[in-house]
């Protein structure tokens, strides 16, 4: 059994989630939201790093995945949300763990099928892929639906790497 800590970071809402994979059966351990909404932006970026780093020691997964930076209009927005992905991979990196990332639309075609899903049907099938019946915190869900992206990808890529090594 895998577990995976997934992360939908944010630098003021970062969703974490933490699944448990044997083969095709996902389990859900936790889930939530680290708020650092009021705090000033450095501040902000330990309080991600610190709760990141007790959330590792506590499930103590063994990877980390994490959604890559998605730009829109706003650059000084884009710049923030990496700020917070790197203190979210230095948690990670720091606690030895690997770290996988995936774009949004790779996370979306891995759940839904299409990149172009929408939020709503990325969140039913997380929950459908882990059996929750009550609603998810958005950014919870997106940081589960992160975490299930690499379970999808993880026997692709295992393929590809031994094909890749077959040949002479």
């Known amino acids: 059994m895998t577990r995976v800590l997934g992360i939908d970071p944010g630098s ?5 989630g933490v699944v448990d994979a044997d083969g095709s059966r996902y389990h859900y351990v936790d889930s939530g939201v ?6 000033p932006f450095p501040e902000r970026l330990r309080i991600i790093f610190e709760d990141l780093a007790q959330l590792i020691a506590t499930h ?9 930076v998605f730009v829109q ?9 990496g700020h917070a992905r ?11 763990l690997d770290v996988a990332e995936y774009t949004p639309r790779a996370v979306k075609q891995a759940l839904v099928g299409t990149g172009s ?3 709503a049907q990325v969140a039913h099938m997380v929950r459908q892929l882990l059996g929750i019946d009550a609603p998810l915190a958005e950014d919870a869900s997106d940081a ?3 975490a299930l992206c690499h379970v999808h990808q993880t026997p692709l ?4 790497h031994n094909t890749q090594e077959s040949r002479p």
């Open 144 to 146: 589960l639906a992160v």
């Open 73 to 81: 209009k706003n650059v000084s927005s884009a710049l923030k949300l």
């Open 157 to 160: 890529q295992q393929r590809i």
């Open 86 to 96: 790197g203190a979210a991979i230095c948690a990670g990196a720091t606690s030895g």
């Open 60 to 68: 103590q997964p063994a990877i980390m995945a994490v959604e890559q």
């Open 34 to 39: 680290i708020r650092t909404l009021e705090a």
């Open 12 to 16: 003021r809402l970062t969703g974490f």
């Open 117 to 119: 899903a929408d939020k």
